[in-house]
T-cell receptor, first 109, second 117 residues
Framework: GQNIDQPTEMTATEGAIVQINCTYQ??????LFWYQQHAGEAPTFLSYNVLDGLEEKGRFSSFLSRSKGYSYLLLKELQMKDSASYLC??????????WGAGTKLIIKP | ETGVTQTPRHLVMGMTNKKSLKCEQHLGHNAMYWYKQSAKKPLELMFVYNFKEQTENNSVPSRFSPECPNSSHLFLHLHTLQPEDSALYLC????????????????FGDGTRLSIL
């Protein structure tokens, strides 16, 4: 079956760096998305990776290894507003999105 | 402001009631989606519409009935719901929906928090 695994919850300190991992098993692969969702709000698009390597966008970077079925989201210089859930979603050969359950990130002062 | 507006934000209803959820997108997108989000579970895709035509129905019970009168509006009509239907219902849109799916990012509304008594 198709599956996405990501940690349920992580805690980090303001100003630090945190890496949120995501592993996927899909029938074919056409890219991977990361979304951020604050409590009570809409998920918002962060990144899309389809080729191996690191994509950097300001404080956030996303990495993909297709051969390992692995991605991570790297958040630098953490701010309190980064406290949110981070959703990983992979697209299969039919471009169906397979969603993870999300990682709740708690930032402490 | 995400460009996708959902109403109401909160809804409490009894199992015998009939209500509707509304979604409107102001992004000029052609594809619209309904998702169910339950605590600590992955998003569950319910329905997909592309150019007003339903392209996906992921074995959703008939007590959920979607309607898409045009590319900007999407409704989810609810009747005779069960307690396990209590969840956050999210609407999303994307530029297009190619074949079986799309690699375009989806834009979500803030959702309707539904509670079934």
């Amino acid at each position: 079956g198709q599956n996405i695994d990501q940690p349920t919850e992580m805690t980090a300190t303001e100003g630090a760096i945190v890496q949120i991992n995501c592993t996927y098993q899909t029938s074919g692969f056409n890219g991977l998305f990361w979304y951020q969702q604050h409590a009570g709000e809409a998920p918002t698009f962060l990144s899309y990776n389809v080729l191996d390597g690191l994509e950097e966008k300001g404080r956030f970077s996303s990495f993909l290894s297709r051969s390992k079925g692995y991605s991570y989201l790297l958040l630098k210089e953490l701010q309190m507003k980064d406290s949110a859930s981070y959703l990983c979603a992979a697209t299969d050969s039919n471009y169906q999105l397979i969603w993870g359950a999300g990682t709740k990130l708690i930032i402490k002062p | 402001e995400t460009g996708v507006t959902q109403t109401p934000r909160h809804l409490v209803m009894g199992m015998t009631n009939k209500k509707s959820l509304k979604c409107e997108q102001h992004l000029g997108h052609n594809a619209m989606y309904w998702y169910k989000q339950s605590a600590k579970k992955p998003l569950e895709l319910m329905f997909v519409y592309n150019f007003k035509e339903q392209t996906e129905n992921n074995s959703v019970p008939s007590r959920f009935s979607p309607e898409c009168p045009n590319s900007s509006h999407l409704f989810l009509h609810l009747h005779t719901l069960q307690p396990e239907d209590s969840a956050l219902y999210l609407c999303a849109s994307s530029q297009d929906f190619d074949g079986g799916g799309s690699n375009q990012p989806q834009h979500f509304g803030d959702g309707t928090r539904l509670s079934i008594l």
